[in-house]
T-cell receptor
Framework: GAVVSQHPSWVICKSGTSVKIECRSL??????MFWYRQFPKQSLMLMATSNEGSKATYEQGVEKDKFLINHASLTLSTLTVTSAHPEDSSFYICSAPRRSLYEQYFGPGTRLTVT | KNEVEQSPQNLTAQEGEFITINCSYS?????LHWLQQHPGGGIVSLFMLSSGKKKHGRLIATINIQEKHSSLHITASHPRDSAVYIC??????????????FGKGTHLIIQP
């Protein structure tokens, strides 16, 4: 079946540094990928839609200059958390839909801790 | 914006019991997903439904599009079914898929 991978699975960084998270679709091409964020004991929330070949679209309240998204190819989207703060500590998950099947495949998630 | 409500929020049951988790949403959708999230955080997609009923092993998912309601059932529940079950809805149009809107999840604990 379709697989989406994320790297790294967990990362600890210091305040003020930047962290890059990768999302890859391993056996299908995805012109669109989605980035979600989940704070402890809360629901997943859509952060942004990553579009191959064009700019990402961000949900209300998500700072596009802080969360940089680059959809470099049909199988790779990256999320860079710039100038990370402790409040950015969260679980970040990507998903990629297969348009023809209307199915979304989820990455395993990346747990970010900012100290 | 779609509002997704799940019930119950928390559920503790004995091994072998029949489990039902409910999901209601406010706006018409193209598809509804049931997801399972284990304590480590990783998410597994259990079902994607646009109508009717699907069955996979001991899991059954149903959806009523007119009533904007879906249920996830677990038969002969087992401690390894303990997880958070999340309902998510999405719209899929000719332009592609939209991001999903998630319920808050149901924390299920199955005791041996």
């Amino acid at each position: 079946g379709a697989v989406v991978s994320q790297h790294p699975s967990w990362v600890i960084c210091k305040s003020g540094t930047s962290v890059k998270i990768e999302c890859r679709s391993l056996d299908f091409q995805a012109t669109t990928m989605f980035w979600y964020r989940q704070f402890p004991k809360q629901s997943l929330m859509l952060m942004a839609t990553s579009n191959e070949g064009s700019k990402a679209t961000y949900e209300q309240g998500v700072e596009k200059d802080k969360f940089l998204i680059n959809h470099a190819s049909l199988t790779l989207s990256t999320l860079t958390v710039t100038s990370a703060h402790p409040e950015d500590s969260s679980f970040y998950i990507c998903s990629a839909p297969r348009r023809s099947l209307y199915e979304q495949y989820f990455g395993p998630g990346t747990r970010l801790t900012v100290t | 914006k779609n509002e997704v409500e799940q019930s119950p929020q928390n559920l503790t049951a004995q091994e072998g019991e029949f489990i039902t988790i409910n999901c209601s949403y406010s706006v018409g959708i193209s598809a509804l997903h049931w997801l399972q999230q284990h304590p480590g955080g990783g998410i597994v997609s259990l079902f994607m439904l646009s109508s009717g009923k699907k069955k996979h092993g001991r899991l059954i998912a149903t959806i009523n599009i007119q009533e904007k309601h879906s249920s996830l059932h677990i038969t002969a529940s087992h401690p390894r079914d303990s997880a958070v079950y999340i309902c998510a809805v999405g719209l899929y149009s000719g332009g592609g898929a939209d991001g999903l809107t998630f319920g808050k999840g149901t924390h299920l604990i199955i005791q041996p």
